[in-house]
């Protein structure tokens, strides 16, 4: 089975600083990981995913993940915040193979200080 | 991008009646379609796995014949809430797989229609 575990269900950071936000994984099998972005009210919208190629990952708004399986995690990184990036972040995570669901932690909520 | 819609954005009804959700992939087919339901301030549960052409697969503890789905064609799948009733109400989300070039593979990503927000009287 898989699982993944988002460690703050809050973060609050100042603009302009490292936004962090911590997603570690459980895996049978070697996995896909993602993170979405979820704005108030609105679906779920792709911000990066890990399909075994490069470790690290860039997505879109400047985000970025690194895939470290020593330590079974894929954290999110921005170097700068801004006050656009308020918003609930999720990790999900998948088996790399078959017609397989994805399994999704409960979510960060990221806090953007003025 | 791949763009998967859902209509109605919000609905509210009075308890016992049934509501329909449509979700739609606008630029891509879809074999299979995921029905979510989140509630406030939580994360996603999945409810059923829609695959087109036959049923639905459901998870565990969700009731199949309250939460309808039919997946019709490749870019349309729908969830029809059943007499509705208040404890159904919750923010109801659908996501489309895009599928690679070469059909299935196993690198194809999920994208998620805005949601439905569901309100029972």
């Known amino acids: 089975a898989q699982s993944v575990t988002q460690l703050g269900s809050h973060v609050s950071v100042s603009e302009g600083a490292l936004v962090l936000l911590r997603c570690n994984y459980s895996s049978s099998v070697p996995p896909y990981l993602f993170w979405y972005v979820q704005y108030p009210n609105q679906g779920l919208q792709l911000l990066l995913k890990y399909t075994s190629a490069a470790t690290l990952v860039k997505g879109i708004n400047g985000f970025e993940a690194e895939f470290k399986k020593s330590e079974t995690s894929f954290h999110l990184t921005k170097p700068s915040a801004h006050m656009s990036d308020a918003a609930e972040y999720f990790c999900a995570v998948r088996k790399n193979f078959g017609n397989e669901k994805l399994t999704f932690g409960t979510g960060t909520r990221l806090t953007i200080i003025p | 991008g791949a763009v998967v819609s859902q209509h109605p954005s919000w609905v509210i009804c009075k308890s016992g009646t049934s509501v329909k959700i449509e979700c739609r992939s606008l630029?891509?087919?879809?074999?299979?379609m995921f029905w979510y339901r989140q509630f406030p301030k939580q994360s996603l549960m999945l409810m059923a796995t829609s695959n087109e052409g036959s049923k639905a697969t459901y998870e565990q503890g969700v009731e199949k014949d309250k939460f309808l789905i039919n997946h019709a064609s490749l870019t349309l799948s729908t969830l029809t809430v059943t007499s509705a009733h208040p404890e159904d109400s919750s923010f109801y989300i659908c996501s489309a797989r895009e599928e690679g070039l070469a059909g299935l593979t196993s690198t194809d990503t999920q994208y998620f229609g805005p949601g439905t927000r569901l309100t029972v009287l």
């Open positions: 630029d891509f087919q879809a074999t299979t």
